[in-house]
């Protein structure tokens, strides 16, 4: 039976045998074993709070993996239909956008992330007829929803995620794809 308090882990982490001496551990010959136990407490504490994505950078760019779907979209402070129903797919370096229209190609870019600051960055390398253009943009999540404002290409990050009226800026709000 597998531990489920982390009490039970400790002392499963600390016993060579789990029920009886004729059971043996499946961390008999683990390289952890040979930790002391206030070492394992600490290793397996930073693996927890990694896991969980306690505030780490980590923890927030997998939060931003997977697939996405455009749910408004607001161009110099109007509504901007055409991306709506759009699916946009992130991975750890970058970004495909799957148009809804079949007949529309599907565009990857490259992404960087810099989730140390508030709101958090992102940075879209598009190329553009063998030219690469940087779009910059600023994320923030809400539950399953992840809001995106990018600047124009070429154009100063967004400081807010609102598209005003004459700005060239776009303001997405994404809701997360079910799963299939």
């Not at 499946?26 to 397996?44: A, G, I, K, Y």
């Not at 709506?84 to 799957?98: A, C, E, I, P, Y």
């Not at 940075?123 to 404002?149: H, K, N, P, W």
Request: charged share 25%.
């Amino acid at each position: 039976m597998a531990p489920s308090r982390p009490v039970d882990v400790l002392y499963f982490l600390n016993t060579r045998t789990l029920a009886t001496r004729q059971t043996p551990s499946l961390l008999e010959n683990h390289p952890m074993r040979t930790f002391p136990w206030p070492s394992r407490l600490l290793t397996l504490s930073l693996l927890w709070a990694t896991c969980l994505g306690a505030g780490s950078a980590f923890g927030q760019e997998m939060k931003l993996a997977g697939s996405w779907v455009v749910a408004s979209a607001k161009r110099g402070g109007e509504d901007f239909a055409q991306p709506l129903g759009d699916t946009v797919v992130f991975t750890d370096k970058s970004m495909q956008v799957k148009p809804k229209n079949p007949d529309n190609p599907s565009i990857t870019v490259e992404l960087k992330v810099d989730t140390d600051k508030k709101p958090s960055e992102i940075d879209l390398s598009i190329d553009m007829g063998g030219e690469t253009r940087i779009v910059q943009g600023i994320f923030a999540f809400e539950g399953q929803t992840l809001r995106l404002c990018l600047a124009k290409p070429g154009d100063a990050r967004p400081s807010s995620f609102e598209s005003k009226e004459g700005a060239e800026s776009v303001a997405l709000v994404l809701k997360r794809a079910k799963s299939e």
